[in-house]
């Protein structure tokens, strides 16, 4: 979807520290990244800071782009473009500021804000991930075809957004969150406390015994992998504490939205020590207090990384039903299923095609 069109929209990476601008046209950056200080800490800097970035964008460019698009952190009144609330990153915003509506006045042209959760999901549902699998299980003759996609960023926080048949599912509120889930081990405790950065760097320093360690989860998954000096069964065991509780996390997502699973974010490089305890999370099983055993998930849970578990996820499980009173068989797959995949455009890449594809289909709503 709009890999041939040649309209042009503005974006920008909007970090605590940097604001860094481009633009797009047909899913593909057109100009050099400009970068600029933020300056979060003083609303009028700020805004000056993302008015002078955007119109060096402008001034780059042979013809004017139709929108501007791009990820802010919440809390947010996203489709009236308000930003407002408790930001860490960008403090001057709290009070509620209208940064929507103020850079369509400065340039004349529609403004979309989104969160990045929101933006990564739709940016692989529609161009990465979601059609690249759709597109192998149509290779490998399988009528199975799936249209729901949750995305999960795992960072400094736990993101989340959800794509329901292409569409951005936004909220009522602009509050679809699953950093508040409760903790899988801690139930008083937030999720992301056991699903982020802090997480692992906070547990590999419990289980090496040096909690001043000052490692990077690269560095962690670097001592993990043995390239690098440290307690690497410390190392392992943190990105399995990782990989444990944001299973339980999608778990309740999933079973809820009923669709397949894209992780991304700096932390899914060590996917290889998240995803045996991610798995065998989602794999498990609950009770009832009849002692009954239920699966902690209604849908039989595919690695789509594997090629192996690929082939069986897209043979499914046919059967022949007789039709009632007629001497007649029609196929039935039995099989629920789902399935976890990691990001196929990459984060940031996933996030300005989100941008860039959501801004051209809202203008394209407006015209029917």
């Given at each position: 979807?709009?890999?041939?069109?040649?309209?042009i929209?503005?974006?920008?990476?909007?970090?605590?520290?940097?604001?860094?601008?481009?633009?797009?046209?047909?899913?593909?950056?057109?100009?050099?990244?400009?970068?600029?200080?933020?300056?979060?800490?003083?609303?009028?800097?700020?805004?000056?800071?993302?008015?002078?970035?955007?119109?060096?964008?402008?001034?780059?460019?042979?013809?004017?782009?139709?929108?501007?698009?791009?990820?802010?952190?919440?809390?947010?009144?996203?489709?009236?473009?308000?930003?407002?609330g408790?930001?860490?990153?960008?403090?001057?915003?709290?009070?509620?500021?209208?940064?929507?509506?103020?850079?369509?006045?400065?340039?004349?042209?529609?403004?979309?804000?989104?969160?990045?959760?929101?933006?990564?999901?739709?940016?692989?549902a529609?161009?990465?991930?979601?059609?690249?699998?759709?597109?192998?299980?149509r290779?490998?003759?399988s009528?199975?075809?799936?249209?729901?996609?949750?995305?999960?960023?795992?960072?400094?926080?736990?993101?989340?957004?959800?794509?329901?048949?292409?569409?951005?599912?936004?909220?009522?509120?602009?509050?679809?969150?699953?950093?508040c889930?409760?903790?899988?081990?801690m139930?008083?405790?937030?999720?992301?406390?056991?699903?982020?950065?802090?997480?692992?760097?906070?547990?590999?320093?419990?289980l090496?015994?040096?909690?001043?360690?000052?490692f990077?989860?690269?560095?962690?998954?670097?001592?993990?992998?043995?390239?690098?000096?440290?307690?690497?069964d410390a190392?392992r065991?943190?990105f399995?504490?990782?990989?444990?509780?944001?299973?339980?996390?999608?778990?309740?997502?999933?079973?809820?939205?009923?669709?397949?699973?894209?992780?991304g974010?700096?932390?899914a490089g060590?996917?290889?020590?998240?995803?045996?305890?991610l798995?065998?999370?989602?794999?498990?099983?609950?009770?009832?207090?009849?002692?009954e055993?239920?699966?902690?998930?209604?849908?039989?849970?595919?690695?789509?990384?594997?090629?192996?578990?690929?082939?069986?996820?897209?043979?499914?499980?046919?059967?022949?039903?007789?039709?009632?009173?007629?001497?007649?068989?029609?196929?039935y797959?039995?099989?629920?299923?789902?399935?976890?995949?990691?990001?196929?455009?990459?984060?940031?890449?996933?996030?300005?095609?989100?941008?860039?594809a959501?801004?051209?289909?809202?203008?394209?709503?407006k015209?029917?």
């Amino acid at each position: 979807m709009y890999r041939y069109d040649n309209r042009i929209v503005a974006t920008l990476d909007a970090g605590g520290t940097n604001f860094v601008f481009g633009a797009m046209q047909a899913r593909e950056y057109i100009i050099d990244p400009i970068s600029i200080p933020a300056k979060a800490h003083d609303l009028d800097l700020c805004l000056q800071s993302m008015v002078e970035g955007f119109s060096k964008v402008f001034e780059q460019l042979k013809q004017k782009p139709v929108a501007i698009s791009f990820a802010f952190p919440g809390p947010a009144d996203y489709p009236n473009g308000i930003i407002g609330g408790y930001l860490p990153n960008f403090p001057s915003f709290r009070e509620g500021v209208a940064l929507g509506t103020f850079l369509e006045k400065k340039f004349g042209v529609p403004v979309f804000i989104n969160n990045d959760g929101d933006l990564f999901t739709y940016g692989e549902a529609l161009c990465g991930v979601l059609p690249d699998i759709n597109s192998r299980l149509r290779a490998m003759g399988s009528n199975k075809r799936f249209h729901n996609l949750i995305g999960y960023t795992l960072g400094t926080g736990l993101g989340i957004g959800i794509v329901i048949d292409g569409r951005l599912n936004r909220g009522d509120n602009s509050c679809v969150e699953t950093f508040c889930l409760r903790h899988r081990d801690m139930p008083d405790i937030i999720v992301e406390e056991g699903a982020s950065i802090r997480a692992v760097q906070r547990i590999y320093g419990e289980l090496s015994g040096n909690r001043n360690h000052g490692f990077t989860p690269k560095d962690i998954c670097e001592i993990a992998d043995g390239t690098k000096e440290g307690n690497s069964d410390a190392a392992r065991k943190a990105f399995a504490s990782l990989g444990r509780i944001t299973g339980n996390a999608i778990a309740t997502a999933v079973t809820i939205t009923d669709g397949l699973v894209v992780i991304g974010g700096g932390v899914a490089g060590a996917k290889h020590w998240i995803m045996p305890a991610l798995l065998e999370e989602l794999r498990s099983s609950i009770h009832t207090l009849g002692g009954e055993e239920v699966g902690l998930m209604q849908m039989k849970v595919f690695d789509l990384e594997d090629p192996e578990e690929f082939k069986t996820f897209a043979k499914g499980e046919i059967k022949k039903i007789k039709v009632y009173g007629e001497d007649e068989y029609v196929d039935y797959d039995c099989m629920k299923r789902t399935g976890i995949a990691f990001s196929k455009l990459g984060t940031n890449k996933a996030v300005s095609v989100g941008a860039y594809a959501f801004a051209l289909s809202q203008l394209d709503k407006k015209r029917h």
